[in-house]
Every structure is written in structure tokens, then in C-alpha cells.
């Protein structure tokens, strides 16, 4: 963004805004080295194509979370040689978990361990399946065992009494906001301006604190 003389915030705001016109487009393109077309699918604000694990990979990755932290990091940045130097791995370790990853078809390996992904790179959990459990236990246990009170952390908590109409638009408002967060966390991996792991917790049930439920 600052060699195209705008800012980053601009950038964003021409994609969020969806008025890129060709000219400018191309050039954001051949700038950061970008495909047309991942650069389209950013402009226009399209998911690409989410791939629900099978039961075998979830059932694999549920007791192998060091193949899952390497797959997670492939999927982020593409290249299995910024994998290897992110975990310290060396090229056999690299290659082990490749190979294991392409047994499992979550990727293709090429000649010369090139990577393709085959069904996206966007990824979910089985609903009901094992590695969301194990996920889910473990996160809910360290992401939450914070003061949330340093400048880069934020916690808010609400109890609000709504209809269930407002209840359903409170719904769509919160996917709506996380849609708009990974788009951002998209734009600045592709913009190779991404420097910080960041977990966002976005959560809503019908609820009440127990000690309430006592007068009920």
C-alpha cells in the first residue's frame, strides 16, 4: 500500500467498497504479486470453496495435533518451506508430514513436494466430530484464562433481555461482523502484512446466571 502511495486502510476500504476500478485493480495485482483471480475473490468478498473433513481426517487430526498445527499453518501461508522454518523443522520432518497430509487427501503432492490444495483452503470441523471436541475443551481452557487486559486484548460481556425476533438479528449480525473479520485477516495474509496470531471468540445462547435461576 505505501509503494502504491495510499494507505493500508485505503486498500481495504477499495475492496470493502467494492469500487476497484480495472486500472487500479491490475495494478494491486501485479504489485503484490497476486492472482487475479484470489485478488477477485477478495474484491468481491467470496468464500472460497470450505472443505468439511471427512471422518478418518478428523478422527486422524483429533490425536495428531502436531499434523493439524502443520496443516493449519500450510493452509494460512501456502508454502510448506515457511512451515518448516516457523516450527523448526528440518526438510525430512517437512516431508514426513506432506506425505501424511496427502495420504489423508487433505492436499496433492507434486513432483518435487509442490502442494496443491484440491478442495479450497478453507477447512471446518465434523459437527459432532472428535477434533471439534478436542478443540473446543482445549480452547475453552486456554483462550479463556486471560485478565483480557493488556492494549491488544478486548473482553465484553452482555446479558440483555430480547425478543426472539431481535434474538434472530443479533444472529445475523454477529456472522455478518465475522464475515467482515476474515475478510480482513484474508486481505492481510494475501498483502503479507499479517504478523500476529489472533483468537476471536463470538458466542450467544439463551442464558442466565445460576444464581438467578434460583428465583425463577
Known amino acids: 500500500a505505501r509503494e502504491l502511495a495510499v494507505s493500508e486502510v485505503t486498500v481495504k476500504r477499495w475492496f470493502s467498497a467494492k469500487n476497484l476500478t480495472l486500472e487500479r485493480f491490475i495494478e494491486i495485482a501485479d504489485h503484490f504479486d497476486i ?3 484470489e485478488l477477485d ?3 468481491e468478498n467470496k468464500s472460497s470453496a470450505v472443505h468439511e473433513y471427512s471422518q478418518a481426517q478428523d478422527e486422524y487430526l483429533s490425536t495428531n495435533l502436531d499434523c493439524l498445527v ?3 499453518l500450510l493452509i494460512r501461508s501456502g508454502s510448506p518451506s515457511k512451515v518448516a522454518r516457523q516450527l523448526n523443522l528440518s526438510q525430512v520432518e517437512t516431508q514426513k508430514f506432506l506425505r501424511k497430509l496427502d495420504k489423508l487427501d487433505l492436499i496433492q503432492l507434486g513432483p518435487n513436494y509442490r502442494v496443491k490444495f484440491h478442495r479450497g483452503r478453507e477447512v471446518q470441523w465434523r459437527k459432532n466430530g472428535p477434533l471439534r471436541e478436542t478443540l473446543l475443551s482445549k480452547a475453552k481452557e486456554e483462550f479463556l484464562n486471560s485478565d483480557f487486559d493488556a ?4 473482553f465484553e460481556f452482555v446479558l440483555l433481555d430480547v425478543s426472539s425476533e431481535t434474538g434472530k438479528k443479533i444472529d445475523l449480525q ?3 461482523c465475522l464475515k467482515q473479520i476474515k475478510t480482513e485477516a484474508e486481505l492481510d495474509n494475501v498483502l503479507k502484512n499479517a504478523n500476529e496470531s489472533t483468537g476471536i471468540l463470538i458466542a450467544k445462547r439463551p442464558w442466565n446466571f445460576s444464581a438467578l435461576t434460583r428465583f425463577g
Open 35 to 37: 492472482g487475479i483471480g
Open 41 to 43: 475473490r477478495l474484491s
Open 70 to 72: 502443520f496443516f493449519d
Open 151 to 154: 492494549t491488544n486484548q478486548l
Open 174 to 176: 454477529l456472522k455478518d
